[in-house]
């Protein structure tokens, strides 16, 4: 057999809203899309066929606004844990595409982002950040690593926000976060205990375990995703239930119902980093 044409440089073609994605396949037919707004992979079908991204229908695509769904990158702050905006810059400023490699059967992009102007007025520090997506199989793998290119320490909390496409959340259940300590941000931050084997969602879920395992698995009727993580100490785990959902603009009502999040996640204790220095951490899926 032999392999299809793969020239990764004429791939970047108009997404939504005229933002620039990166159409990336695989020589086994797994494919993603990775728009440079965010470095946010938005699609992944591995090459055993079948979405296992959700994409909200009413995303927004446009400067300045997070696209809702896909891999949200999250840096150099989760949530609202600092005077940054929520879940800080680097999801809504414009990565460059460094290149596209084909390695047998895997495929891997390299986007880079660099403090800027803007940046740099909400947040005063010199960064790299760096992210590799790499398809091939049953497995994607995203890679984020930040560099100190400035000549002062600094301090930073990120997430792979990943939103699993889901048959049915009611009907899916969490596996791998068995006797950790979890802060509830659904119920006033409570820091609370996992008794039960399986996470399960029957309303709002929203928890930061803290120092979890390298691997968790999502397990729906029929199908299994396995994630691992390295780098990344927490895993957040979340769906917003019904009553939360309605009030999210960018979503549709029944939407909870079709994502689950789970996030590789360095939350509790932030990354120092010394002037040169350079951290990194990936996130696994395997369909
Ligand atoms: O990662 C979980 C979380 O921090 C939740 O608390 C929830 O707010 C969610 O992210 C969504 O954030 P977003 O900014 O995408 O609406």
Redesign the pocket.
Same mark, same amino acid.
């Given at each position: 057999m032999t392999a299809p044409d793969i020239n990764p440089h004429d791939r970047i073609v108009p997404g939504a809203g005229g933002l620039p994605k990166l159409v990336l396949s695989a020589r086994d037919g797994a494919q993603a899309e990775i728009y440079l707004h965010g470095a946010q992979t938005t699609s992944w079908i591995p090459a055993s066929g079948g979405e296992r991204l959700y994409l909200s229908q009413k995303s927004e695509f446009r400067s300045g606004a997070?696209i809702?769904g896909g891999i949200?990158l999250?840096f150099p702050q989760? !949530?609202a844990l600092g005077s940054l905006p929520?879940?800080g810059l680097a999801q809504v400023m414009e990565w460059e595409f460094v290149d596209a490699q084909v390695a047998g059967d895997q495929t891997a992009a390299f986007f880079r982002l660099q403090d800027d102007e803007q940046s740099r007025s909400l947040w005063p520090h010199s960064f790299l950040a760096e992210l590799t997506a790499t398809i091939g199989g049953p497995r994607l793998a995203v890679k984020l690593a930040v560099t100190n290119t400035g000549s002062e320490m600094f301090q930073f909390t990120a !997430?792979l926000?990943t939103y699993l496409s889901v048959a049915e959340i009611g009907l899916t259940t969490v596996n791998g976060l068995a006797g950790l300590n979890y802060r509830d941000?659904a119920a006033s931050r409570v820091e609370k205990h996992q008794g039960t084997p399986q996470a399960e969602f029957s309303g709002e879920v929203?928890r930061i375990y803290f120092a979890a395992p390298s691997e968790t698995q999502v397990v729906e009727q029929g199908r299994t995703t396995l994630i691992r993580k390295t780098g990344f100490t927490d895993t957040?785990v979340?769906n917003?239930g019904a009553e939360k959902c309605a009030l999210?603009p960018d979503m549709l009502a029944d939407d909870y119902r079709r994502f689950l999040?789970v996030?590789a996640a360095t939350v509790r204790t932030p990354v120092c980093l010394s002037p040169s220095e350079r951290w990194q951490g990936s996130q696994e899926l395997f369909a």
């Open positions: 997070a809702r949200p999250i989760f !949530a929520f879940h !997430a926000h941000v929203d957040v979340w917003p999210v999040c996030e």
